[in-house]
């Protein structure tokens, strides 16, 4: 259990399984009308994700507060700003920026700076509320004509979610729409071949544009020109 105390107090002994947090200007950071009182969700979110052990963790801990609906990325991105001395702000402050934009997830923002920006997809529209075939859905991601759908799932979860999503891919295929659904290896492990492959289906689709290689060596996307 960890306990938030003013940065100037001095503790005789503290408790075997507690972890003392020194903080500044304590007062402003805590809920008193709670029993018992704790830190403010935002203070809370944010420590919890600066003790993630990877990006990815991180993400998925910011993604998970603002998708609670009890705090929001411009909340958390302020709170950040009050914090004098916090390692990676600038990356933190530009994964806020971009679940403020709407990636509302870990795999969501990472196929958005991963596969995405870049590699010079069009910039895509993100949580669109649909009604294919009368039944209403939020698409994760829309390039145009062409939608993505991101399954984070890594163990399968009942028949009937599954069948539901299938049904969905189905109706938007049936509406011209081709939907292309990807997983934690296309968007983490293989990002470049990913741009690519989607690259040909939105030039299948109306993208009159050409994908740009990332950063990455040997990024696949160097080769579309002769592949495409």
Excluded at 56 to 75: I, Q
Excluded at 83 to 89: K, L, M
Excluded at 90 to 98: G, I, N, P
Excluded at 130 to 150: F, N, P, Q, T
Aim: glycine letters at 8%; one cysteine or more.
């Amino acid at each position: 259990m960890r306990v938030a105390v003013s940065r100037g107090r001095h503790l005789k002994a503290v408790p075997a399984g507690i972890v003392i947090e020194r903080r500044v200007h304590l007062d402003g950071l805590v809920e008193w009308n709670r029993s018992p009182p704790r830190l403010r969700y935002d203070e809370a979110v944010l420590d919890v994700a600066l003790d993630a052990t990877d990006e990815v963790e991180t993400v998925a801990v910011l993604a998970a507060g603002c998708a609670s609906r009890r705090t929001t990325a411009h909340r958390l991105a302020a709170a950040l700003a009050a914090r004098s001395r916090v390692a990676g702000r600038r990356w933190l402050q530009a994964v806020l920026r971009d679940i403020a934009d709407g990636t509302h997830s870990v795999l969501e923002h990472g196929y958005l700076t991963r596969v995405e920006r870049p590699h010079g997809l069009p910039r895509a529209r993100r949580q669109v509320l649909s009604k294919d075939a009368g039944r209403a859905a939020y698409r994760d991601v829309e390039h145009g004509r062409v939608i993505v759908e991101l399954d984070g799932r890594i163990y399968h979860e009942s028949s009937a979610r599954r069948d539901a999503d299938l049904e969905r891919d189905l109706d938007v295929l049936a509406a011209g729409r081709p939907t292309a659904r990807l997983g934690w290896g296309q968007v983490f492990r293989r990002p470049c071949s990913t741009a690519v492959t989607l690259a040909r289906l939105l030039r299948l689709n109306g993208w009159d544009g050409v994908p740009l290689p990332c950063e990455a060596p040997g990024c696949a996307v160097r080769s579309f020109g002769a592949t495409a």
